[in-house]
């Protein structure tokens, strides 16, 4: 168990340009997350998916934003026209949802991608 | 809408003394969890202490332990025989059961030598 990884640790991009970043999960986890994080604030759920499935968005979630998770195992996020109010932490947790939902899952996080736009 | 507040911004404790951080919530719900999770600084978020809301007994982990009183929606975590490892910002979270979070706004905990 190598825990949740993603890349990069850091992206500086210019305002207007599209950023992606890659989130691997814990192996046998089948849950993935993505939060946001801005400075002095605690992380904001955005999405999530359950295997390959994205069951829910936040309304954070602008259009310029997209999540994928195409064989359930690593996920990518994709900011599209990138703006300075875009820059901050971009956490993606995962957990192990064995019983549909009757008891909730610890989420085990990974250590972030931060992004400046520029 | 769940809201988290942590009302103590930061904090400083002497290394081998005793802290409690503060935290409360508010809903509607009967059932729900609560966590709290330690981010070091330039390091991942790792989780500290998980309390079910049906437990009316007190999460405990090691050092760190729970003071959960439902009624009034409050949520405490106790750190004793703090040490220097323990400074990071400590972050208070909620979860109705459908583990999508919601978190306080953190309290920095620095640990005096």
């Known amino acids: 168990d190598t825990g949740v990884s993603q890349d990069p640790r850091h992206k500086i991009t210019k305002r207007g340009q599209n950023v992606t970043f890659r989130c691997d999960p814990i192996?046998?986890?089948?849950?993935l997350y993505w939060y946001r994080q801005t400075l002095g604030q605690g992380p904001e759920f955005l999405t999530y998916f359950q295997n390959e499935a994205q069951l829910e968005k936040s309304r954070l979630l602008s259009d310029r934003f997209s999540a994928e998770r195409p064989k359930g195992s690593f996920s990518t996020l994709e900011i599209q026209r990138t703006e300075q109010g875009d820059s901050a932490m971009y956490l993606c947790?995962?957990?192990?949802?064995?019983?549909?939902?009757?008891?909730?899952?610890?989420?085990?996080f990974g250590p972030g991608t931060r992004l400046t736009v520029l | 809408a769940q809201t988290v507040t942590q009302s103590q911004p930061e904090m400083s404790v002497q290394e081998a003394e005793t802290v409690t951080l503060s935290c409360t919530y508010d809903t509607s719900e009967s059932d729900y969890y609560l966590f709290w999770y330690k981010q070091p600084p330039s390091r991942q978020m790792i989780l500290v202490i998980r309390q079910e809301a049906y437990k009316q007994q007190n999460a405990t982990e090691n050092r760190f332990s729970v003071n959960f009183q439902k009624a009034a929606k409050s949520f405490s975590l106790k750190i004793s025989d703090s040490q220097l490892g323990d400074a990071a910002m400590y972050f208070c979270a909620y979860d109705p059961g459908n583990e999508k979070l919601t978190f306080g706004t953190g309290t920095r905990l620095t640990i005096i030598p």
């Open positions: 947790a995962s957990s192990l949802s064995e019983l549909a939902g009757l008891i909730t899952d610890t989420q085990y």
């Open positions: 192996s046998e986890h089948n849950r």
